[in-house]
């Protein structure tokens, strides 16, 4: 095993953006009204919702733009805040064509990819990355958050279309190197001796291995399996996604993930979540 480091996504931005477009501009008419899942949201919806996310990016970071905030910085007034602007946001879209929000994706993405590669990579964050029990992150970890944040809503818009996953090493590895960064949360409330170790596996066409484990400080994450895991979870690349961004039921959970050991071991990881939920 080895510890976590630095993940850097800016240069992703540029080609994920043109695959976006790509996605969206093959699209039939139907397929904008097409559901997703991402709970009630269209995929004109999440197309709307990715051009809400990258003005707001380029208003804030790149024009020092500031707005109203949360009612304080509480987890659970950070998310309603979120919540609320990003229905604010899709709710506006509404009356754009599927051919403006495209284009207008087209531009802000090119707009967006420029201003993350001109940040210095480990200078601090103007957020912390709260899903991963942050309260003070580098711009490289706020840049690969936004990376997470564009590659999965793409998913969600490629599941729903009948379109191929981005699941290649160029565009997942880093996802899931990242991602995986939300289990030290998730298992913050867990009790066990230092040195216990569960181990998180991903097979398809990208893999991957990564241990969660308890220290005299907390828990850690390391890239590879712990030899001595006391639990372990494993499923397909496909799954880890919906897994980690909301987008499975507890019934598919159980049947797509396989999990050894005790339950109370796995079940933070099954309800890891690399976003503010």
Known sequence: MEPLSPV??????????VE??????GLAEGDWTRPTVAGAWRVRDVAAHLLDVDLRKLAFGRDGHRASGPASPAYDDV???INRKNAEGVGYAERLSP???????ETTGEWVSRFVLSLPSDADAAFPVAWAGE??????????REYTERWHHQAQIRDAVGAPRLLQPRWFEPFLDLSVRAFPKAYANLAAPAGTSVAFEVEGETRGAWSVMRSDSGWVVWRGRATDAAASARTDADTAWRLLYNALSPEAVKARVATAGAPALTAPILAARAVMV
Not at 20 to 25: D, I, K, P, Q
Not at 136 to 144: F, K, L, Q, V, Y
């Open 8 to 17: 850097y996504t800016a240069d992703l931005f540029a080609p994920l953006s």
């Open 20 to 25: 976006l477009v790509a996605l969206l501009r």
């Open 79 to 81: 998310v309603a805040f």
């Open 99 to 105: 051919r403006l929000l495209a284009d207008l994706l």
């Open 135 to 144: 309260d003070r992150s580098t711009n490289w970890m706020d840049i690969g």
